[in-house]
C-alpha cells in the first residue's frame, strides 16, 4: 500500500506577501523554483505510481522542477476561490472586517474570474480527488501537487474530519507532506517537511 505525497508549491510573490492567491496565476519566484527543485531527490525515492497538479502554472511549474513533468491537471486542486478577497492580505481584510478569519467566516463573491466558494464547496472538491486517487494507492504512491488551503482541506478528508479541521494543519510553499495509515486507519505519517529533509 502507498501514500498520498502531498507537495505544495514553491514560493510566489503573493504567497511570500500574504496575498489570498486562488485563481490568479501567479508565477514562483526564484526562491520558489529553488525550493521545489530540491525535494526531488524525496519525490524520486518514492514508488510514483500517479500524479495529478491543479493547473496553476505554479503547481505545474513545482511538478515539473520535482521531476513529475507528466502530472495531470486536475480542476479539483485548484486553490480555494478567494473570491471578492482575491489578492488582499489578512491584514488588509481584517482593516474592513475586524477579526475576520477564513476558516470561519468565509469570503464575499468577487467577479466573474473569482465568483468565491464556500469552505463546504471546497471539502465538496477535496473529496472528489480522494475517491479518484484511493484505488490507485494500492499499487503505490500517489502524488499531489497543490496549494495550501486546499490540501489542508484534502488532509482533513482523510482523516474523516470537517473540512474546517483543514485550520489545524499549517502548511508551508515548498514542502512534502504525506498521508498514509497505521493498523488500517488514515493518518498524517509526515507534516510541512521542508526542502533538504524531505524524504
Keep these: ?3 498520498l505525497l502531498l507537495i505544495r508549491h514553491g514560493e510566489t510573490e503573493w504567497s511570500r506577501s500574504g496575498q489570498h492567491t486562488g485563481r490568479t496565476d501567479v508565477a514562483l519566484t526564484e526562491a520558489g523554483i529553488a525550493s521545489a527543485a530540491v525535494l ?6 518514492r514508488h510514483v505510481v500517479a500524479a495529478f497538479t491543479s493547473p496553476a502554472g505554479r503547481a505545474i511549474r513545482t511538478a515539473q522542477l520535482i521531476g513529475l513533468p507528466a502530472a495531470v491537471a486536475d480542476p ?12 488582499r492580505t489578512t491584514e488588509q481584510i481584517r482593516a474592513e472586517m475586524p477579526g475576520w478569519y477564513l476558516w470561519r467566516d468565509g469570503v464575499p463573491p468577487g467577479d466573474a474570474q473569482h465568483p468565491g466558494e464556500t469552505l463546504q464547496q ?11 486517487v484511493r484505488p490507485l494507492i494500492a499499487e503505490g504512491d500517489v502524488a499531489l501537487i497543490g496549494h495550501g488551503h486546499l490540501l489542508r482541506v484534502l488532509t482533513a478528508r482523510w482523516l474523516g474530519l470537517e473540512p474546517a479541521a483543514g485550520r489545524f494543519f499549517r502548511l508551508d510553499t515548498g514542502t512534502l507532506s504525506t498521508l498514509g495509515w497505521e493498523h488500517e486507519e488514515p493518518v498524517i505519517t509526515s507534516w510541512n517537511t521542508p526542502p533538504g529533509t524531505a524524504g
Design 76 to 87: 479539483d486542486l485548484q486553490e480555494w476561490d478567494y473570491g471578492g478577497y482575491e489578492g
Design 1 to 3: 500500500m502507498g501514500e
Design 40 to 45: 526531488a531527490p524525496a519525490v524520486d525515492r
Design 122 to 132: 471546497v471539502g465538496a472538491r477535496a473529496d472528489a480527488v480522494l475517491s479518484r
